[in-house]
């Protein structure tokens, strides 16, 4: 089993940043994919960031340019910095990881844009 856990959402003013961090416990593997979804009630969940075993990123087209996506092997982190945040980003932050066929999925952090 893996355990995801996300932190550091919040509530933020519009052009504020934010940094989330997902640790990740149990049955590691070495090699596997991150990522960063996000979901508002009543809509499906979306893909923010994912950023691959090689290092790789992708971003959807509303994120690119202000959310950059990270991992830190060592310490089996990843992390989702977020700025020039816009209240169309306020929804539920959910990191998962992909490893061995089988994808994990941590609690969700909420993450509200609103002066």
């Known amino acids: 089993q893996v355990q995801l856990v996300e932190s550091g959402g919040g509530l933020v003013q519009p052009g504020g940043s934010l940094r989330l961090s997902c640790s990740v416990s149990?049955?590691?593997?070495?090699?596997?994919?991150m990522g960063w979804y996000r979901q508002v009630p009543g809509k499906q969940r979306e893909l923010v960031a994912i950023?691959?075993?090689?290092?790789?990123?992708n971003y959807a087209a509303s994120v690119k340019g202000r959310f950059t996506i990270s991992r830190d092997n060592a310490q089996n982190t990843a992390h989702l910095q977020m700025n020039n945040l816009k209240p169309e980003d306020t929804a539920v932050y959910y990191c998962?990881?992909?490893?061995?066929?089988?994808?994990?999925w941590g609690q969700g952090t909420q993450v509200t844009v609103s002066s």
């Open positions: 998962t990881r992909w490893q061995l066929g089988h994808d994990y």
């Open positions: 149990g049955s590691i593997s070495s090699i596997y994919t």
């Open positions: 950023i691959t075993n090689g290092g790789g990123t």
